[in-house]
């Protein structure tokens, strides 16, 4: 079993910055890969960013050159900087934890963020 607990949502305008944290807790033994999904309203889940057990990163296009992940090995944990901030990255953002090899998927609660003037 893998917890996960995030922190650092909130209200901000844009161009403002942002820094989520997600720290995963549990039985860790295999290969795995910490990452951020969002989710507008009327919109699919889509993912941000991930960043595999072994340091290898990958963004989607709407926030390359503005987020950055990384994750912090001995503590198992993953931070999301998101910086100069667009109405459009509104969203809840949930943490996820992935094994893989098989796949098997942990998700944290989500935590709302909001580009706003």
């Known amino acids: 079993q893998v917890q996960l607990v995030e922190s650092g949502g909130g209200l901000v305008q844009p161009g403002g910055s942002l820094r989520l944290s997600c720290a995963a807790s549990?039985?860790?033994?295999?290969?795995?890969?910490m990452g951020w999904y969002r989710q507008a309203p009327g919109k699919e889940r889509e993912l941000v960013a991930s960043i595999t057990s072994g340091g290898y990163k990958n963004y989607a296009d709407s926030v390359k050159g503005r987020f950055t992940i990384s994750r912090d090995s001995a503590k198992n944990t993953v931070y999301l900087q998101m910086n100069s901030l667009k109405p459009e990255d509104t969203a809840v953002y949930y943490c996820?934890?992935?094994?893989?090899?098989?796949?098997?998927?942990?998700w944290g609660q989500g935590t709302q963020v909001t580009v706003s003037s």
């Open positions: 549990g039985s860790i033994f295999r290969l795995n890969a």
């Open positions: 996820n934890f992935r094994y893989v090899r098989p796949d098997y998927d942990y």
